[in-house]
């Protein structure tokens, strides 16, 4: 079990960026894969991007060339740079893991809100 903490969420102008940063301890992330959800009041979870290897990393459409996930290993980090945000986007963000042999994401953070103005 990794313990996951969310960072970096705020109040951001449509078309504007915002970087979340997504640290782990416990174990490494680098042997994780990890994933980014989001959740809208009233509206169910839902899938933002997720990645193992930089091949492997795949993207909601919603989001597809807007936003990036990343691995900083040395820091046990992973980032989700979030670009040309819209007013849609106002979400809590979560990052998740799980064993690459698991079915279901295990691990969670708490959570990290981005409200996006128009």
């Known amino acids: 079990q990794v313990q996951l903490v969310e960072s970096g969420g705020g109040l951001v102008q449509a078309g504007g960026s915002l970087r979340l940063s997504c640290v782990g301890s416990?174990?490494?992330?680098?042997?994780?894969?990890m994933g980014w959800f989001r959740q809208a009041p009233g509206k169910d979870r839902e899938f933002v991007g997720g990645?193992?290897?930089?091949?492997?990393?795949k993207y909601a459409d919603s989001v597809k060339g807007r936003f990036a996930i990343s691995r900083d290993n040395a820091k046990n980090t992973v980032y989700l740079q979030m670009n040309s945000l819209k007013p849609e986007d106002t979400s809590v963000y979560y990052c998740?893991?799980?064993?690459?042999?698991?079915?279901?994401?295990?691990?969670w953070g708490q959570g990290t809100q981005v409200i996006v103005s128009s």
């Open positions: 990645t193992y290897t930089p091949s492997s990393t």
């Open positions: 416990g174990r490494p992330l680098s042997s994780l894969v």
């Open positions: 998740a893991s799980k064993l690459r042999s698991d079915t279901e994401f295990r691990s």
